[in-house]
């Protein structure tokens, strides 16, 4: 049952081309392939083709409630997606794309009902990785694609994380090389007033803020509130035990992980300012104290913690900041 998987590398221009022409090729013919973008990568079909969507779903075990954002190249694509176009979308996207934000808008009647998983409004997004810019630009049709992983399982950052995830389901992957923004886009929903963010990322409130001038406040400690399916309270969890934990030194640590009940062979560290030195954890990551390279560095990171098989995983606590938000999110969902 299961096909042999392609990987192609675009690298070079003529395996950029090559990769292009054969993915579109695929989408075309209502196939769906997984695509590089900046954020995570991507699970994509054909948005306006409701039987293609299908597939999305069935490869990924993804509930049906939950609507898929559908994925760009230019202006004129992205109003065509959407049954409103408010001058807070065209502020947002003048500012912030292509890149990390997804905009929530009332839907286009053609954009199925799979996409919006029912609903009156659809997540579209302008993505800066050339890439996807330029299958969707060969395809002209917009793409619709969550993360590129099994339902309830990490994003993946890189194509080896979705080969070990979806190698048996897919017949394309193409390697983009390591995603640099490396966690989800911000979702924004402007179909309500004022705009509100149903899912942090690194482009955070108060950049959006500067822009639209009002945003109502994130309800981050009311993660049962299910304004958004991807706000599940667990969410983007490793399969170990993560604990979000700080400590000043490597004894208040140890006695955090006694507490815990935690095994320290088998309990790995991420540390980004305060590194533990004794080498009785199962293993150590230093991310730098920067939430941009830390946002970078984490999935591949919670990933190799999976690979090795660790039971727990205790990650320093990162500043409450606005440009820690989005990992902090992240984390405290893997964490719940
Ligand atoms: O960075 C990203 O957004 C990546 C890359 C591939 O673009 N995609 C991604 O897709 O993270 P997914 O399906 O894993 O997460 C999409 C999130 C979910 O929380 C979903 O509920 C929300 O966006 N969403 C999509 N359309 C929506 C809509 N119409 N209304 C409310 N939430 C929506
Ligand atoms: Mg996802």
């Keep these: 049952m299961a096909m042999p998987v392609k990987i192609l590398s675009t690298h070079t221009t003529a395996l950029f081309d090559e990769a292009v022409r054969q993915a579109a090729e695929l989408l075309a013919a209502g196939e769906v392939v997984v695509l590089p973008t900046e954020t995570v990568y991507g699970l994509a079909a054909n948005a306006l083709d409701a039987s293609a969507v299908r597939k999305i779903y069935e490869i990924k075990g993804r509930p049906a409630h939950n609507p898929i954002i559908v994925h760009v190249a230019c202006l004129a694509l992205a109003r065509q997606c959407a049954g409103a176009w408010p001058q807070v979308a065209d502020q947002l996207a003048e500012a912030f794309w292509p890149g990390p934000l997804t905009l929530v808008l009332p839907r286009a009647p053609e ?3 799979l996409v919006t998983a029912g609903g009156e409004t659809v997540g579209i997004r302008w993505p800066s990785h050339p890439f996807i810019q330029a299958v969707i630009r060969r395809s002209g049709f917009p793409l619709a694609a969550p993360s590129a992983n099994l339902s309830n399982c990490l994003s993946p950052t890189n194509a080896q994380h979705v080969l070990a995830q979806l190698g048996d389901r897919v017949r394309l992957i193409i390697d983009g090389g390591q995603a ?17 963010v149903l899912r942090p990322g690194m482009i955070h409130g108060e950049s959006l803020l500067a822009v639209t001038g009002e945003l109502a406040a994130e309800h981050e400690a009311e993660y049962g509130v299910l304004r958004s399916p991807g706000m599940l309270r667990k969410h983007y969890a490793p399969k170990a035990k993560l604990v979000l934990a700080g400590w000043v030194d490597e004894a208040m640590l140890t006695d955090r992980a006694a507490a815990l009940g935690l095994n320290l062979q088998h309990t790995h560290v991420i540390a980004h300012t305060q590194v533990p030195l004794s080498g009785q954890w199962a293993g150590v990551s230093v991310i730098p104290h920067d939430a941009e390279a830390f946002a970078r560095a984490l999935y591949a990171e919670l990933h190799a913690c999976d690979r090795a098989g660790v039971e727990a995983i205790l990650v320093e606590l990162p500043p409450e900041t606005p440009e820690w938000r989005g990992v902090l999110d992240r984390l405290r969902r893997a964490a719940a």
Excluded: F
């Design 180 to 196: 640099q923004v490396g966690i989800e886009s911000t979702v924004v929903d402007l179909s309500v007033k004022p705009p509100h």
């Design 111 to 113: 954009i199925p009902n």
